[in-house]
């Protein structure tokens, strides 16, 4: 699907993203991309599309997403119902992304602009109601794969974890973690346990050029052996290991129409709903997750800008990751209206493209 999709300028994408990414901890500054493949029939409300718009104050985020097929509310379907006048996602093609990423950090990669030929399946998909082979082959398929950096996917079956994990190491991915709630929820519960199953790349001590375990970026040798090698490790996350409340998976399963969720999202990036409200709580776990995982939270200096105050959370959990720090910059994300901002560029950036 990767290879049918429409071919973005890669030359253009790559100068815009070296150029506008903020390198921080072990982040490099390239894409991030958080998504489930849905069909869990929980129809929690649209965490992961949410978490990607409060990663972006600190992210480049190409969120990959489409309609509902098998839920009330897709991720399209919630950025469309944004009122008064939401994105033009329409206005997001193979052409015009580059253009996207010079004024904002954040794009949403409607599947159907870049995977055309998915057009011919859409209806059946949502008559059907159920979840198909095409809800496991979306997470994987986003357009600029080969410039995602770091990534989470959720998945709603807890036998796809090492699946998932293994098709992902394979296809080369630097940092990704595949998650799946107890419940078989396709995102990090609030409710309790997510397994999960961690992607990343470490020094290869067969390689040359490899002192210590460190990659010796000056050596010019042709190693017959790769520097780094991918490795997946296995773990549990709990709400406790980010600082947070369990929440009843309930309280943020409203099954609401996408004009609903709209609402409750706009509520959350304006900073109007409790610091321990669910919906909320939900967010912040997933958006810290991505956040850990990009490496962000490596850095042991803070200066996200106003409202930041600079005291960095060290303390790691399971998976050897800073989840509270992640949390910590995650709530500054809504309480100092970047999210916002960031949702406001995007909107603003779209409509101009497609004007």
């Given at each position: 699907?990767?290879?049918?999709?429409?071919?973005i300028?890669?030359?253009?994408?790559?100068t815009?993203?070296?150029?506008?990414?903020r390198?921080?901890?072990?982040?490099k500054?390239?894409l991030?991309?958080?998504?489930?493949?849905?069909?869990?029939?929980?129809?929690t409300f649209?965490v992961?599309?949410?978490?990607?718009?409060?990663?972006?104050?600190l992210?480049?985020?190409?969120k990959h997403?489409?309609?509902?097929s098998?839920?009330?509310s897709g991720?399209?379907?919630?950025?469309?119902?944004?009122?008064?006048?939401?994105?033009?996602?329409?206005?997001v093609?193979?052409?015009?992304?580059?253009?996207?990423?010079?004024?904002?950090?954040?794009?949403?990669?409607?599947?159907?602009?870049?995977?055309?030929?998915?057009?011919?399946v859409?209806?059946?998909?949502?008559?059907l109601?159920?979840?198909?082979?095409?809800?496991?082959?979306?997470?994987?398929?986003?357009p600029?794969?080969?410039?995602?950096?770091?990534q989470?996917?959720g998945?709603?079956?807890?036998d796809m974890?090492?699946?998932?994990?293994?098709?992902?190491?394979?296809s080369?991915?630097?940092?990704?973690m595949?998650v799946?709630?107890?419940e078989?929820?396709?995102e990090?519960?609030?409710?309790?346990?997510?397994?999960?199953r961690?992607?990343?790349?470490?020094?290869n001590?067969?390689?040359?050029?490899?002192?210590?375990?460190?990659?010796?970026?000056?050596?010019?040798?042709?190693?017959?052996?790769?520097?780094?090698i991918a490795?997946?490790d296995q773990?549990?996350?709990?709400?406790?290991?980010?600082?947070?409340p369990?929440c009843?998976?309930?309280e943020?399963?409203?099954g609401?129409?996408?004009?609903?969720?709209a609402?409750?999202?706009m509520?959350?990036?304006r900073?109007?709903?409790?610091?321990?409200?669910?919906?909320?709580?939900f967010v912040?776990?997933?958006?810290?997750?991505l956040l850990?995982?990009?490496?962000i939270?490596?850095?042991n200096?803070?200066?996200?800008g106003?409202?930041?105050?600079?005291?960095?959370?060290?303390?790691?959990g399971p998976?050897?990751?800073?989840?509270?720090?992640?949390?910590r910059?995650?709530?500054?994300?809504?309480?100092?209206?970047?999210a916002l901002?960031?949702?406001?560029?995007f909107?603003e950036?779209?409509?101009?493209c497609g004007?």
């Open positions: 699907m990767r290879e049918a999709a429409a071919q300028n890669r030359i253009d994408l790559k815009v993203v070296r150029s506008r990414g390198r921080e901890g072990s982040y500054g390239g991030c991309d958080i998504v489930g493949t849905g069909g869990d029939g929980h129809s649209n992961s599309t949410t978490a990607s718009i409060l990663a972006s104050s992210l480049l985020v190409a997403g489409n309609r509902a098998s839920s009330t991720s399209a379907d919630l950025l469309q119902a944004i009122a008064p006048k939401g994105p033009n996602i329409e206005a093609t193979a052409e015009t992304l580059p253009q996207i990423y010079e004024k904002t950090n954040y794009a949403f990669l409607f599947a159907p602009k870049f995977h055309t030929g998915m057009r011919h859409a209806a059946i998909r949502k008559e109601g159920f979840r198909t082979i095409f809800n496991l082959l979306g997470p994987l398929a986003n600029v794969h080969d410039l995602i950096e770091a989470i996917v998945v709603a079956q807890q974890l090492p699946i998932f994990a293994e098709s992902l190491r394979f080369g991915a630097d940092k990704a595949v799946c709630g107890a078989n929820l396709d990090i519960s609030c409710a309790g346990i997510t397994h999960c961690r992607i990343s790349k470490r020094p001590p067969k390689a040359n050029g490899v002192k210590n375990g460190q990659v010796d970026d000056e050596s010019t040798s042709d190693e017959e052996e790769p520097r780094t490795e997946i773990f549990a996350l709990r709400p406790a290991d980010f600082g947070l369990s009843p998976l309930s943020v399963s409203p609401k129409l996408p004009r609903e969720n609402e409750i999202l509520k959350l990036l900073n109007e709903l409790p610091k321990d409200n669910p919906v909320l709580v912040l776990i997933n958006t810290a997750a850990a995982i990009s490496g939270c490596d850095a200096i803070s200066d996200m106003p409202g930041d105050d600079g005291n960095v959370i060290r303390e790691t998976g050897g990751l800073r989840w509270k720090e992640g949390v910059r995650a709530r500054w994300a809504v309480e100092s209206g970047q901002a960031s949702l406001n560029n909107i950036v779209t409509n101009e004007s």
